[in-house]
Structures are given as structure tokens and as C-alpha cells.
């Protein structure tokens, strides 16, 4: 690699990952080509921006031209495709964006890199598309693991086009032999996530006295991985992985949203003893489950593991300490955030009448 494109860098998982790769290849040009849509921050990396191998561009992914240009301006021979819309709750809201922006978004990245790199032969090429474990459908209790080989079955306007998405990377490589590769992932959590997703949301309400809403019995099950420690199985995936191959990245833990919220709550306890909030636990109430709702998600990761050596550093224990304790001493970037009147005006919407 000497000149990647990451693509949604402003992001929850593309802004750590811009971290993890600067300090992990430091003569590694990196362009972050962000639309920085309500979820997207400049401010998540603030402390790079002056960094001469480093360079954003506020666009979007869907902008045929820019996308081109792009490409030949810096000479990208890696891609990384993480901007994608990806809150199950929007896409119930409003799946014809999820569509544009996952499946024609992804297909103009294809096109793009395609078109540069036959044109430029030499060199080691790579597109690496971020995908998720909610492709697969919902797993029942005793079901095995997903796994590369699970058949696509996705149940929400957001997996289905995450599942498009896949699809159509996967073509590109055997219809044109682009270089491409794959990772289907479970749950993130750390530093820099919005505060519309469970754990950063939970730990917010918690800290503020909010009601912490609990979809359903709460005992919807999830296989939970540290942001950082997916940063570095893509990093592991680009450095040593097979061309045309999916990898499965997890945590390897298996909880119900109800114990990931009793240990944000008794975490916040032990951190904030003198809140005025404690016990936090008894903020939480249970509201109406979301429509096609996936009971269990978990992903089998002994491939990446096998073939790569990876396998997740942080417990969920350590890193949800880590993750809460980050929220606590960055109040200043959640507040921003708060203020956010389209942010505000979809928890109204998704959460009011339940």
C-alpha cells in the first residue's frame, strides 16, 4: 500500500481506523473521502488533520466525478469502504436512502477503481468492502455461528442492502478480476461511535438520568467487538489476505443487550459513585421491540484466526470500561452531538411512540 482511500473516515469505525493505520504505516498517503452526513464528524480526527501524509475530502461516495478524480489525483491502489448508511432504525425510516447510498454508492467506488487500475497494471491493487454479520439473517439460540459460508438472509432494509452491496463486490471479481476482499463483522463499540447506536447511547442517557429504552425483553443476543481490534483484522485482512476471499470478524462473546446494559449501568456505579443517577440500572425501561427485529447475531471467527492470527485483544469487560470511561472524559464531543437538531428530531421519531 502507498496511497489508500478510505472511504466514510469521518465515522464511527473509519475514523479508528484512520488512527490505527497512521500510526501503524506512517509513509502511507491516506485520503478520507466523507459526505459527512449527521454521522460523520471532522472533529473525530482533529488531532491528524495537519498531518502531511493526510488529506479529507468532503464528498460523496455516489459522485461519479469526484470519485474518478479522486483516484487519479492520488493514485489510490487501496480502497477501504466503510461509508455506508448503517442504523437498522433509519433504514425502517427510510430505506430508499440506504438503498442509494450502499448499493449505487458502493457499485461507483467499483467502477472507479476498476477503470484506474486497468489503466494502470503495475502494482499491487486492493478494494476492501466493510460488511456486517446482519446479512445472514438472525441466528436461534442454539444455531451455530455464522460463518463465510452462511447463506444471505437478511430481514431489515438495512441488511439487505449491505447484502446487495456484497453481492455486487463480489462480482467485480470474478466478472473483471478486480482485486477485492471482504469482511463481515458483529457489533462495534469504543470511542468516536454516535450516540444513536445502544452502547454510546445508553452510556449518554445513563450519565444524563435518562430513560434507557430497552427494546422488547432485552434479550436480543449480540457478538460484541472492540472498535480497535477490528481495526487491526482489516489491517491484518489488506496486509495478508487472499484475494476473492470474505473474512468473519468478532468478538467472541455472545450477550443479551440487557447484560451489556447492566454492565454500562454498574460500570457508570463504580466510575461516577458520587452521580446523583445511581443506581444507574433503574433508569432502564422496556419499550416496544422494533419491527423484524433479529433475535441473535454471532460470527464464527477461527478463519481470520486461522489464516491470519487474529483474534480480538479486548474482553467486553475491558473494553467497555475503556469505551465508557472515553464518553465520561469526552463529554465536550457528546454534547456536540446533543445539539444536533436532525439528531434529536429522529430519537423523537423512533422512540416516542414506543
Given at each position: ?61 455516489c459522485d461519479q466525478e469526484l470519485v474518478r478524480k479522486i483516484f487519479v489525483e492520488n ?167 487472499k484475494v476473492g476471499e470474505t473474512y468473519g470478524i468478532g468478538g467472541n462473546n455472545q ?100
Amino acid at each position: 500500500m502507498k496511497s489508500i482511500l478510505i472511504t466514510g473516515g469521518c465515522g464511527f469505525i473509519g475514523s479508528n481506523f484512520i488512527h490505527y493505520i497512521i500510526d501503524h504505516n506512517q509513509d502511507l498517503r491516506v485520503t478520507n473521502l466523507d459526505a459527512v452526513t449527521y454521522a460523520g464528524n471532522e472533529a473525530n480526527l482533529e488531532n491528524i488533520k495537519t498531518n502531511p501524509n493526510y488529506h479529507f475530502i468532503k464528498g460523496d461516495i455516489c459522485d461519479q466525478e469526484l470519485v474518478r478524480k479522486i483516484f487519479v489525483e492520488n493514485d489510490i491502489d487501496t480502497v477501504v469502504h466503510f461509508a455506508a448508511e448503517t442504523h437498522v432504525d433509519r433504514s425502517i425510516l427510510n430505506p430508499l436512502e440506504f438503498l442509494h447510498t450502499n448499493v449505487y454508492g458502493t457499485g461507483v467506488l467499483l467502477e472507479a477503481a476498476r477503470e484506474h487500475w486497468q489503466k494502470n497494471p503495475t502494482g499491487e491493487h486492493r478494494f476492501h468492502h466493510i460488511s456486517t454479520d446482519e446479512v445472514f439473517g438472525s441466528l436461534m439460540p442454539n444455531d451455530s455461528a455464522f460463518n463465510e459460508s452462511t447463506p444471505y438472509s437478511p430481514n431489515s432494509p438495512y441488511s439487505a442492502s449491505k447484502a446487495a452491496s456484497d453481492h455486487l463486490v463480489r462480482s467485480y471479481f470474478h466478472t473483471y478480476q478486480l482485486p477485492i476482499t471482504i469482511s463481515n463483522c458483529t457489533n462495534n463499540y469504543g470511542p468516536y461511535q454516535f450516540p444513536e447506536k445502544l452502547i454510546p447511547l445508553f452510556i449518554s442517557n445513563a450519565i444524563h438520568g435518562l430513560p434507557l429504552p430497552v427494546y422488547g425483553d432485552g434479550k436480543q443476543i449480540r457478538d460484541w467487538v472492540y472498535v480497535e481490534d477490528h481495526c487491526e483484522g482489516i489491517y491484518q485482512i489488506l496486509s495478508k489476505g487472499k484475494v476473492g476471499e470474505t473474512y468473519g470478524i468478532g468478538g467472541n462473546n455472545q450477550p443479551t443487550n440487557l447484560e451489556i446494559i447492566l454492565e454500562i449501568t454498574s460500570l457508570l456505579d463504580e466510575i461516577l459513585p458520587q452521580s446523583p443517577h445511581k443506581p444507574h440500572a433503574q433508569l432502564i425501561q422496556y419499550v416496544k421491540d422494533r419491527p423484524g427485529h433479529d433475535r441473535r447475531y454471532a460470527m464464527n471467527i477461527s478463519k481470520i484466526n486461522r489464516e491470519l492470527g487474529w483474534t480480538p485483544k479486548e474482553s467486553l469487560n475491558s473494553g467497555l470500561r475503556k469505551t465508557v470511561e472515553w464518553y465520561i472524559h469526552n463529554a465536550n464531543w457528546v454534547e456536540n452531538i446533543n445539539k444536533n437538531k436532525e439528531f434529536n428530531h429522529f430519537l423523537q421519531t423512533n422512540y416516542s411512540n414506543r
